[in-house]
């Protein structure tokens, strides 16, 4: 190559990258922008393993609520405190999703399902999701369901005493595989109607779960650069998305053919038999352009047993050590539960209005260990501000729950683990709940209310039965060792469960 030649290769490079990186007038304070991934390296340089961390350290830095930034070209703004993450959760403009490599990936191309949807398409789904879930209990509370998750909870307090697994010898468990098979089949009812046997719904949960840990919660490497995946596939997280994916989508696509198979027009069992008969009608009708189709049905599967599988095994997990390292916050929880519930039932859904300090503690531990600590993307649909700082449309906009969960502003001593700040000087739960585990607005999360419900019941159940304990030459893991995917979860650890009433059956 001539150096004429190359001067102008180099001269198109720095025009391009110029061209790609540059930002708009008064566009939030944040780190430099360098090729291919942007301000992506000053991130994993600061924290590598819990990116919102950086976040969080950035906005001090630079005095400032919103953070901006590239990420590939992706323009990024990052809320880092309660009010700037309300306002993005539930200001209109901010309600888009960002179009990206994984969401297609897992569409086929196409942005389905409800939770990376936007736009009508999104607007219908959601509200038929919605409105035909609730009936079989995902948005409010069902006598049945509750009894299948009583069921699903005595089942796992009966593994434990048993102590006969790969998971859970001598009351010795693995946390968090002993949650996945519980909490994969409370999901996999609401959508398809039935329940799989343990090693089924555990292989699916355990799948789901490895999955979620390899998705950076600032969407990644496999997002901001995608062609890398044909050079670095198990680097970034490709090959196990891959294969992720591919199981199941099969899985959900299995569940659907039985019920093609043997629904009839009379029977209407689950969120599966409505989504057929929705077609149907449509196709009767003669909607042409109908957003009910079989993928679209295949990609809510995702979507819901995805997340059911992974956010709620990981949250009780986080829970469950939090007891065992605050063992006065274990104790005070089950003697609330004795006083209250006894032990000749276990806990309803009924006695969570008298379980103030039981609720106070979930609500804690939500708040002190956040499990989505950046929540999912949204997106500027129009040019707009934040904090007063100009947005343009198309921008990535994160909220950093875990800054509004350790917002001085809001909080008293954000750093410590304490209870008691959400029970009033009556001993009664505190009404107003300032924590956003689960997002605002139009954008939170369908399956917040089905999460809240199985997190209480599995928690005061084996609070009930068990005491929690370090085994033997064993150690807690440390929380700033977190695994940051798209849910965080704790390093995997062993407990100890040690009996605290005799066997009985519901």
């Not at 939030?28 to 819990?50: A, D, H, R, S, T």
């Not at 990420?71 to 888009?96: H, I, S, Y």
């Not at 998750?149 to 859970?168: A, F, M, S, Y």
């Not at 934040?386 to 001593?413: C, N, Q």
Request: hydrophobic fraction near 40%; proline fraction near 6%; aromatic fraction near 12%.
């Amino acid at each position: 190559m001539t150096p004429i030649l190359l001067l102008l290769v180099i001269f198109v490079l720095l025009l391009i990258y110029l061209n790609t990186f540059r930002l708009p007038k008064n566009f939030p304070p944040g780190p430099k922008n360098f090729p291919i991934w942007g301000g992506y390296y000053q991130v994993l340089w600061e924290n590598m393993n819990l990116p919102y961390k950086t976040f969080h350290s950035m906005a001090k830095r630079y005095k400032t609520n919103v953070v901006g930034l590239f990420l590939g070209n992706f323009k990024v703004v990052v809320a880092c405190d309660l009010e700037t993450c309300r306002d993005v959760m539930l200001k209109p403009e901010f309600q888009g999703r960002v179009d990206a490599f994984l969401p297609r990936y897992r569409g086929d191309g196409d942005l389905l399902g409800v939770i990376f949807s936007e736009g009508p398409l999104w607007q219908e789904q959601r509200r038929f999701m919605l409105r035909n879930m609730r009936d079989f209990g995902f948005g409010k509370r069902s006598d049945s369901l509750e009894h299948d998750l009583q069921e699903e909870v005595q089942d796992l307090i009966d593994l434990i005493r048993k102590g006969n697994t790969d998971i859970c010898k001598g009351r010795v468990a693995k946390i968090p595989e002993l949650l996945y098979a519980i909490n994969a089949n409370m999901a996999i009812q609401i959508y398809s109607g039935d329940r799989k046997p343990l090693p089924e719904a555990y292989e699916f949960g355990h799948i789901m779960a490895e999955q979620a840990k390899v998705i950076d919660a600032t969407t990644g490497a496999l997002n901001i650069t995608p062609w890398m995946r044909h050079l670095f596939p198990s680097l970034i997280g490709y090959n196990v998305t891959k294969k992720a994916t591919k199981y199941a989508k099969q899985f959900v696509d299995s569940l659907i053919s039985n019920h093609k198979e043997n629904m009839s027009d009379e029977t209407s069992n689950d969120f599966i038999d409505r989504y057929i008969q929705e077609m149907k009608n449509r196709i009767y009708r003669g909607d042409e352009y109908t957003s009910f189709t079989e993928r679209q049905l295949q990609v809510i599967g995702l979507d819901m047993l995805f997340a059911a599988s992974t956010t709620i095994p990981f949250m009780t997990s986080f829970i469950l050590l939090l007891l065992t390292k605050y063992k006065e916050v274990q104790r005070k929880c089950q003697e609330e539960i004795d006083n209250v519930v006894g032990q000749n039932r276990l806990p309803t859904l009924q006695d969570r209005q008298f379980l103030p300090y039981c609720e106070a503690t979930i609500r804690e531990a939500m708040r002190y260990q956040t499990l989505a600590p950046l929540g999912v993307p949204h997106k500027a649909l129009e040019d707009t501000t934040l904090g007063g700082y100009f947005i343009p449309k198309g921008t990535m906009v994160l909220t950093s729950i875990y800054s509004a969960h350790r917002d001085e502003k809001v909080w008293d001593e954000p750093d410590k683990f304490m209870p008691e700040r959400f029970i009033d000087n009556d001993g009664k739960i505190i009404r107003k709940d300032m924590t956003v585990p689960f997002g605002l607005g139009k954008r939170v999360c369908a399956g917040e209310t089905f999460a809240r419900q199985n997190i209480f019941v599995q928690m005061t159940g084996l609070l009930q039965n068990f005491d929690f304990e370090v085994p033997d030459q064993c150690t807690l893991p440390d929380l700033s060792e977190n695994v940051s995917g798209i849910s965080e979860s704790p390093k995997p650890f062993l407990l100890e469960f040690t009996d605290r009433v005799y066997k009985r059956k519901i």
